[in-house]
């Protein structure tokens, strides 16, 4: 496993204090070859002045939280490589690089040109506080969660229905997060997840299995969903499906090992799921 961080001299990015997209192509295209275009088209479903920028420009005001976001992020990669090993007995083949996005998600695992990469996004983490080692470390090991089910089951699959796109979704979120309690043996408190938002979703989950269920047919692309993204709320929540996601695995892995429902199919995931709805609990 590879990783290193990108942040070094970012004021070159802005000029008079606003974020420059030129300069940043440039810088990007350092990071690593071909990966603006990459950035750019995930991003351009947004309002780029009004949703990107606004984030962006809060990272110049922040040095000195970037300058400790570094060594946060080399302090919890340092043994990971071991971490992974003794829990998984398997190792993980990616790059992890910290770098400045265009708010494409605090983190994100993709394939180019023939690599995993991890990228950690540092407008997103400084917008949601999570410049502290115990969420670096949830997030970091939430997404070597997707690189596990990319190199020894499935990861991304593409459908023509966004009904079935979105379960794949929830399933593939719902991994990663059981691979992270797992990791870190269910230690995962921190500021964007609390009690409250745990208990509160824990009391409406039946509610919540169903509606997901019902939401498919109509509320299932990336700007009508309400279940996945820190901008989104199901019923005052955000990130519901990361708690519905893992409720889901954990009622798959009664029936199988963790191992061996990494490359379901989407039938299976379906019907596991109307199962799992009909639950009582």
Same mark, same amino acid.
């Given at each position: 496993m590879i990783y290193r961080s990108e942040v070094t001299n970012l004021d070159r990015l802005f000029e008079n204090g606003t974020f420059s997209i030129d300069k940043w192509k440039y810088y990007i295209e350092n990071v690593f070859s071909g990966l603006s275009e990459v950035v750019i088209e995930d991003a351009s479903g947004y309002n780029f002045e009004k949703d990107i920028v606004p984030i962006?420009?809060?990272? $110049?005001d922040n040095k000195e939280r970037i300058n400790k976001l570094e060594i946060i992020f080399h302090d919890v990669l340092k043994d990971v490589d071991e971490i992974i090993k003794k829990k998984t007995g398997r190792n993980l083949e990616c790059e992890i690089i910290l770098y400045l996005g265009l708010c494409n998600g605090a983190g994100w695992v993709i394939e180019h040109c023939g690599k995993t990469l991890i990228l950690l996004g540092i407008e997103k983490i400084l917008?949601?506080?999570? =410049? !502290? $080692? =115990?969420?670096? @470390? !949830?997030?970091i090991f939430h997404e070597l969660g997707h690189v596990y089910q990319s190199q020894y089951g499935t990861l991304n699959k593409q459908f023509d229905s966004k009904s079935l796109q979105m379960l794949w979704q929830l399933y593939m979120e719902g991994i990663a997060v059981y691979f992270e309690q797992s990791i870190m043996e269910g230690n995962t408190s921190n500021s964007q997840y609390s009690n409250f938002w745990k208990e509160g979703l824990e009391k409406m989950l039946p509610q919540l299995k169903? =509606? *997901?269920r019902k939401d498919l047919d109509v509320l299932n692309d990336r700007f009508t969903q309400r279940y996945i993204g820190d901008w989104v709320s199901y019923n005052g929540y955000c990130d519901a499906g990361y *708690?519905?996601?893992? @409720? *889901?695995i954990n009622y798959l892995c009664l029936k199988k090992e963790f191992n061996d429902i990494l490359d379901l199919s989407i039938e299976e995931i379906k019907n596991e799921y109307n199962d799992f709805c009909n639950l009582k609990s």
């Open positions: 962006i420009n809060n990272v $110049y917008e949601l506080n999570l =410049d !502290k $080692y =115990d969420e670096m @470390k !949830k997030l169903e =509606d *997901f *708690f519905l996601g893992e @409720k *889901f």
